[in-house]
């Protein structure tokens, strides 16, 4: 096909923004008033290939013969204020340290109502969403600013174009760091408990709230030793923390400083993302157990401790965590026991187990709670009075 007014060949897109369906769909659009080439072009936006909405938008309209108005009565020449949010997102973005980002957008209800109102008109075959097209050119505008990779799955910057309020919001990823911990002191809580001023999370989060500038933190842990119990074995956690303006951080300084403390040490530590959370927190690791025990009455027939190697034992939900957990029998099984005399009365007992065993209701039997246990097998009450985590196998 010829054009008729120059005698060139017309391209590909031409020829099918010549058809007459197209052309009675944007004749009808641009009856609706004052339309941009954004506008006209996106309700098109499947029909051809290799072009921006905008450039789309003018080939119609060179076709049509129509010139461009100002004052997009669909959009309200939003695209026309593009430098200026990307300039706004750009010397915010300018104070954080980061690597990829990505745009989304919060629409105002008049410009969903105008998109709506357009769509049952023309229908929406062809056409992209208006979101889209801003997140994408918003997106190329930003990057010729910050030079930064733009990430669609997980950016360390989110930036969000909010025209409800007519501004530009940032959200900031976390930031999450993988590693190991011990625990040296008793008393202290894994994480966030009113009873307690401080938790082994505050001791771990320290130098990390210190060093990026963030205003939050989470510990994302494999399970968690009691209260008073220690943890030499390397329990596996993540930390995240919220809203980082820094993520440059030297991690060796990070786990000098925890280990400066004296109250806990962190290994191993290595830059993670969300995904680690999940696979921490599922983990199921057997544990060895150093327990200092001691007996109602002395002891003459340790020996029988050893019937409980490869023993499962029936665990009704303990009374002291029934506030907190299900009340079911949990079936877990001690991998291996062996003992240590100090007294007639007290004993070192080291015990290997499934992942899931109470060490303490093993030993007490918890009213019966616990079958069978260290306390039933020799009729002689007995209480934990020191719990340590020697080993936590991985």
Same mark, same amino acid.
């Given at each position: 096909?010829?054009?008729?007014?120059?005698?060139?060949?017309?391209?590909?897109?031409?020829?099918?923004?010549?058809?007459?369906?197209?052309?009675?769909?944007?004749?009808?659009?641009?009856?609706?008033?004052?339309?941009?080439?954004?506008?006209?072009?996106?309700?098109?936006?499947?029909? !051809?290939?290799?072009?921006?909405?905008?450039?789309?938008?003018?080939?119609? &309209?060179?076709?049509?013969?129509?010139?461009?108005?100002?004052?997009?009565?669909?959009?309200?020449?939003?695209? &026309?204020?593009?430098?200026? +949010? /990307?300039?706004?997102?750009?010397?915010?973005?300018?104070?954080?340290?980061?690597?990829?980002?990505?745009?989304?957008?919060?629409?105002?209800?008049?410009?969903? !109502?105008?998109?709506?109102?357009?769509?049952?008109?023309?229908?929406?075959?062809?056409? *992209?969403?208006?979101?889209?097209?801003?997140?994408?050119? %918003? $997106?190329?505008?930003?990057?010729?600013?910050?030079?930064?990779?733009?990430?669609?799955?997980?950016?360390?910057?989110?930036?969000?174009?909010?025209?409800?309020?007519? &501004?530009?919001?940032?959200?900031?990823?976390?930031?999450?760091?993988?590693?190991? +911990?011990?625990?040296?002191?008793?008393? %202290?809580?894994?994480?966030?408990?009113?009873?307690?001023?401080?938790?082994?999370?505050?001791?771990?989060?320290?130098?990390?709230?210190?060093?990026?500038?963030?205003?939050?933190?989470?510990?994302?842990?494999?399970?968690?030793?009691?209260?008073?119990?220690?943890?030499?074995? $390397?329990?596996?956690?993540?930390?995240?923390?919220?809203?980082?303006?820094?993520?440059?951080?030297?991690?060796? =300084?990070?786990? /000098? !400083?925890?280990?400066?403390?004296?109250?806990?040490?962190?290994? $191993?530590? =290595?830059?993670?993302?969300?995904?680690?959370?999940?696979?921490?927190?599922?983990?199921?690791?057997?544990?060895?157990?150093? /327990?200092?025990?001691?007996?109602?009455?002395?002891?003459?027939?340790?020996?029988?401790?050893?019937?409980?190697?490869?023993?499962?034992?029936?665990? &009704?939900?303990?009374?002291?965590?029934?506030?907190?957990?299900?009340?079911?029998?949990?079936?877990?099984?001690?991998?291996?026991?062996?003992?240590?005399?100090?007294?007639?009365? !007290?004993?070192?007992?080291?015990?290997?187990?499934?992942?899931?065993?109470?060490?303490? *209701?093993?030993?007490? $039997?918890?009213?019966?709670?616990?079958?069978?246990?260290?306390?039933?097998? %020799?009729?002689?009450?007995?209480?934990?009075?020191?719990?340590?985590?020697?080993?936590?196998?991985?």
């Amino acid at each position: 096909m010829k054009n008729i007014n120059t005698g060139k060949k017309r391209s590909k897109n031409e020829c099918t923004f010549a058809k007459s369906e197209i052309i009675e769909l944007a004749t009808n659009i641009l009856k609706r008033g004052n339309v941009c080439n954004h506008c006209l072009g996106r309700q098109f936006a499947h029909v !051809s290939t290799g072009m921006t909405n905008k450039e789309r938008g003018a080939a119609i &309209r060179t076709h049509l013969k129509k010139k461009e108005n100002i004052k997009c009565e669909v959009c309200g020449d939003i695209f &026309r204020k593009l430098d200026k +949010y /990307a300039d706004a997102a750009a010397a915010r973005m300018k104070k954080l340290e980061y690597s990829t980002f990505l745009v989304g957008t919060i629409l105002s209800s008049e410009l969903i !109502s105008e998109e709506e109102s357009l769509w049952e008109d023309v229908g929406i075959e062809y056409c *992209e969403s208006i979101k889209s097209e801003l997140n994408r050119e %918003l $997106g190329k505008v930003i990057y010729d600013r910050v030079k930064k990779e733009h990430d669609p799955k997980m950016p360390d910057v989110t930036v969000i174009l909010n025209l409800d309020k007519d &501004r530009i919001e940032l959200n900031v990823s976390s930031l999450f760091i993988r590693g190991e +911990y011990n625990k040296f002191k008793r008393g %202290l809580p894994q994480t966030k408990w009113d009873k307690y001023d401080e938790t082994l999370e505050d001791v771990i989060a320290a130098p990390f709230m210190l060093a990026t500038g963030g205003d939050g933190h989470s510990l994302h842990a494999s399970g968690r030793e009691d209260i008073d119990a220690l943890c030499f074995g $390397g329990r596996p956690f993540v930390l995240e923390i919220k809203n980082p303006v820094k993520r440059n951080i030297d991690l060796k =300084k990070m786990a /000098a !400083s925890v280990k400066k403390t004296g109250k806990a040490e962190i290994l $191993g530590l =290595k830059f993670a993302d969300r995904r680690e959370v999940v696979k921490v927190k599922s983990m199921q690791n057997d544990k060895s157990y150093r /327990a200092l025990v001691e007996f109602a009455k002395p002891v003459k027939d340790i020996e029988k401790l050893g019937e409980l190697n490869n023993t499962v034992i029936n665990q &009704r939900t303990p009374h002291r965590v029934e506030h907190r957990r299900a009340d079911k029998v949990r079936k877990r099984k001690v991998l291996g026991i062996s003992w240590k005399r100090i007294n007639n009365k !007290s004993f070192e007992l080291l015990i290997k187990g499934e992942a899931g065993l109470y060490i303490k *209701e093993l030993v007490s $039997g918890d009213d019966g709670r616990s079958k069978p246990s260290v306390s039933g097998l %020799l009729k002689n009450p007995a209480v934990v009075k020191e719990l340590d985590v020697v080993k936590i196998w991985k």
